[in-house]
């Protein structure tokens, strides 16, 4: 497509041609100054999420963790008749309760929009609403639902990313992946969890 067949007059008009691919991430920046951009943010970031006397979060994820596996009294000065380990009733507890949430997936409904009723609307909607249910209620998807249900209260969040594989099957398809979420560093200055919503995401590989 000519660059300027699009212009003040006609960039509403309806046109045929070829659009050319587009990079899924296009950041009109040099690498030279993206990169101190990122090392700053990312420093920013640490400082905040790990003060000592604010969030600290290291800290607080490796107490949850010892919490959750019984391990709190490891390496503390014992008497001689007591014992480091415990029964894990907090383990026990979050057991159940990721039995019970993984037992019922949510149900996704798409309702057909539009102004009046249109038959092929409402079938393409009935069809997208069976696709999603068949989606979401495989043993994959509760498995990952598990997962983050288990790393949640530990480590205060839960991760799972979606991303584009180009040599998955014949014409590549998107990919789940569940993240450790110690290798997941948030934006400190959202002012909601909503990832949506966050200047900058950042993920270790």
Same mark, same amino acid.
């Given at each position: @497509? ?6 003040? !007059? ?12 587009? +990079? ?5 920046? +040099?690498? #030279? ?6 090392? /700053?943010? #990312? ?24 919490? =959750?596996?019984?391990?709190? =009294? ?7 008749? *007591? ?8 383990? *026990?507890? #979050? ?7 993984? +037992? ?6 798409? +309702? ?13 909607? /009935? ?11 495989? !043993? /994959? ?6 997962? @983050? ?26 990919? /789940? ?19 949506? #919503?966050? =200047? ?6």
């Amino acid at each position: @497509m000519d660059n300027n067949a699009i212009s003040e !007059e006609n960039r509403f008009q309806p046109s045929t041609g070829v659009i050319p691919t587009l +990079s899924p991430l296009n950041v009109e920046l +040099s690498d #030279e100054r993206l990169l101190p951009y990122i090392t /700053e943010l #990312e420093k920013k970031a640490t400082t905040h999420w790990n003060k000592s006397d604010g969030t600290n979060l290291k800290a607080r994820r490796e107490q949850n963790i010892k919490y =959750l596996f019984g391990k709190q =009294l490891i390496g503390k000065d014992m008497k001689s008749f *007591e014992s480091e380990f415990l029964d894990n009733v907090i383990k *026990e507890s #979050e057991d159940m309760l990721k039995a019970l949430a993984t +037992s019922k997936m949510p149900d996704i409904i798409v +309702s057909a929009g539009g102004i009046g009723r249109s038959e092929q609307r409402t079938e393409t909607a /009935e069809l997208l609403t069976k696709a999603f249910d068949k989606k979401i209620n495989t !043993e /994959e998807q509760r498995h990952d639902m598990g997962i @983050m249900f288990r790393q949640l209260p530990a480590y205060l969040i839960a991760v799972k990313k979606y991303r584009w594989d180009a040599s998955k099957d014949k014409m590549g398809d998107y990919v /789940e992946e569940v993240i450790n979420p110690d290798h997941i560093l948030l934006d400190h200055t959202a002012l909601t969890s909503n990832p949506d #919503e966050m =200047l900058f995401i950042i993920h270790y590989v």
